[in-house]
């Protein structure tokens, strides 16, 4: 079984920071992509930027250039560096690992969630 454990959420005001932290822990092998999503109130969840082992890593355009995400393999943990925050940061974050080396092997793990509230 895998866990994902997330921290770091809170309320900020707006121009202000926050780092989420990811850890990962169980029986987790072959991983192929650990980033965040997030979920703001009556809409859908989104990606807010993934990294693969190995490959280029992806923001969604409303974050990039305020958002830095990060991974520690040997902690096998994943953060979320935010900077510059605006009110419409504000979502519940949610860590998201996929693993699996085939199509049939591949799963996908979420955290609980944590809540980012950025006030004006």
């Known amino acids: 079984q895998v866990q994902l454990v997330e921290s770091g959420g809170g309320l900020v005001q707006a121009g202000g920071s926050l780092r989420l932290s990811c850890a990962a822990s169980?029986?987790?092998?072959?991983?192929?992509?650990m980033g965040w999503y997030r979920q703001a109130p009556g809409k859908q969840r989104e990606l807010v930027a993934a990294?693969?082992?190995?490959?280029?890593?992806n923001y969604a355009d409303s974050v990039k250039g305020r958002f830095t995400i990060s991974r520690d393999n040997a902690k096998i943990t994943v953060y979320l560096q935010m900077n510059s925050l605006k009110p419409e940061d504000t979502a519940v974050y949610y860590c998201?690992?996929?693993?699996?080396?085939?199509?049939?092997?591949?799963?996908?793990?979420w955290g609980q969630g944590t809540q980012v509230t950025v006030s004006s």
């Open positions: 998201n690992v996929e693993t699996g080396l085939t199509a049939i092997s591949r799963r996908i793990w």
């Open positions: 990294m693969p082992t190995g490959g280029i890593t």
């Open positions: 169980g029986s987790i092998f072959n991983i192929n992509t």
